[in-house]
């Protein structure tokens, strides 16, 4: 689900990696193709991953380790869904490691005019299935967050030094009734999309799904597509009680504007 037509008051505070090497998303594109709303492969043929090989241990905060990274124009966040087909033959060798080994690798967001960022999340390979020409269709998962702390390599693919990120506790901050205002907002904003898009206005279900209010704050910044530095700035916050302000500010905006653009439709009618 993606929330269309967000406007956000607040500027994203997307820190480029300088000891990266600059990326452009476009040559990304042609290299890893990510199908976000529409998948034309039956997962049934995948094989599943996480099932031969599972992570029990979470890694701590104190932890540094070293971790493959696939620069994308998208920001994965914990718990989200994100297929890959790949086939670049750089790429090709990471996949052929990770099968072996660790299944997972981080994926950092990277656009042409601010190049790569310093946090990312961990993407675990849950099903995959190898194609007869080599190629590799992928479903991963989002798991931690994680910040760049050291480049070790960029060949044949980049491999970096990372230190794992955990939301601070947020004080005497309500986040559960934060987060249900933010669930409110998220369905007044799928009933005036609907009502502009000419679907019916029926209630949407519910958004929550019995989901802590961290979890629930990474829910809500997965559905900002096509807001990607928004998307990187939430990302990068440690705080759960200021990633649902941020994500409520942002969906008022939104609903102030589907409500202008509701009433103009109204006064205006569309023959």
Known sequence: MALLQLVSAHKPSLKPNTNLPPLNPSSNSSTLHYHSRR????????????????????PKPDDVVEL??????????????????????????????????????????????????????VGEIVKHERLVDDRFFLICKGQERFRITNL????????????????????????????????????????LSN??????????????RNLFPTPFSFFVGSTFEGAPREQQALLELED????????????????NYLTAASAVKDVFPSS
């Open 39 to 58: 998948r034309r492969r039956h997962t049934s043929s995948l094989r599943c991953s996480a099932s031969e090989k599972h992570h029990t241990n979470h």
């Open 152 to 191: 070790v390599r960029t060949k044949p693919y980049l491999v970096a030094e990372v230190s794992w990120l955990e939301d601070r506790p947020s004080g005497d901050e309500d986040v559960e009734t934060l987060a249900t205002e933010v669930e409110t907002n998220m369905k007044d904003v799928i009933r």
């Open 240 to 255: 759960t009680a200021a990633r649902l302000k941020r994500e409520k500010e942002t969906l008022r905006n939104t609903l």
């Open 195 to 208: 009502r502009l898009n000419g679907k019916p206005e029926k209630e949407a279900q519910d958004l929550r």
């Open 68 to 121: 493959p990274l696939f620069p994308l124009p998208l920001v994965l966040f914990p718990g989200a869904i994100l297929p890959l087909q790949i086939f670049e033959f750089r790429y090709r060798i990471m996949m052929h490691t990770l099968l072996h080994t660790d299944l997972r690798f981080g994926v950092i967001y990277s656009d042409a005019t601010s190049g790569a960022a310093e946090v990312g999340c």
